[in-house]
């Protein structure tokens, strides 16, 4: 058995039964400093995991891909965050220059092909800085009601690429994530009351309107640009080495 396998044998066996938080506790004290991160969008709700993570240890990494695509309220939401709760240690990734002038010189192929400019500016940076730092586990905010295909995930979870995953809120509910954050008097991100329920790069994210789901703002666009297109639903940072490999360049 891997090294890595190994871990998670040990890990999954002895916390499968805890709370969000006791979770992201036990998994600081039982990886390696560096060798634990937490991805964060810096989304609608992504403050509850943060501070999650901040109450345990605001030194761990938090890792936000910085696509140079994000609406300024993100960035500046970012910032307010980093106050608001703390955090010592965001991590901003962001595309390979070179590949940026190779491939996406005007920066519109987002119009064109999300898939590819989704491998460019999210899947590319954080592959590398994970196999460049040896990072063995990171920690999502995702939810299992958020779509189809994560409606299969687990809490404590090994991807295809050899490393753990933990998704503390995996089987929380929408409103139980909101009851917690207002119990926590979160900084909410800027565009949710103006109906950003879901939030990614500015050109792939529009506002949703009431009684649709809270990701159908997200690449609503591709439709327009090419009307045979699937309907994208993932950036690709949450999908197998697999499932991407006609993205990679
Ligand atoms: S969300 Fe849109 S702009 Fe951002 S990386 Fe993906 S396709 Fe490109």
Not at 180 to 188: D, G, I, T, V
């Amino acid at each position: 058995m891997s090294e890595i396998q190994t871990l998670f044998e040990e890990f999954k066996s002895k916390n499968s039964h805890l709370e969000a938080e006791e979770l992201i506790d036990a998994a600081d004290k039982f990886f390696a400093k560096g060798k634990l991160v937490s991805f964060s969008s810096f989304g609608s709700w992504s403050a509850l995991l943060l501070d999650m993570v901040a109450k345990v240890n605001n030194e761990m990494p938090i890792l936000f891909l910085e696509t140079q695509k994000h609406f300024p309220e993100t960035l500046q939401y970012v910032e307010d965050i980093k106050q608001c709760i703390q955090l010592r240690n965001v991590i901003a990734l962001k595309p390979d220059d070179k590949i940026l002038t190779n491939i996406d010189p005007q920066g519109e192929l987002w119009k064109l092909n999300v898939d590819r400019c989704c491998w460019i500016r999210k899947v590319e940076p954080l592959d590398r800085y994970i196999e460049e730092t040896s990072v063995q586990a990171v920690i999502t905010g995702r939810r299992a009601y958020q779509t189809k295909e994560r409606q299969k995930m687990e809490t404590i979870e090994m991807d295809d690429k050899g490393k753990i995953r933990l998704n503390p809120l995996a089987f929380w509910s929408k409103d139980k994530i909101k009851e917690e954050f207002a119990k926590r008097s979160l900084l909410q991100h800027p565009l949710v009351e103006q109906g950003y329920h879901s939030i990614g790069c500015a050109p792939c994210t529009r506002a949703v309107n009431p009684g649709e789901d809270e990701r159908s703002g997200r690449w609503a666009h591709v439709t327009d640009y090419q009307p045979n297109a699937l309907q994208k639903t993932e950036c690709g940072i949450h999908l197998g080495a697999e499932e991407t490999k006609d993205w990679v360049i």
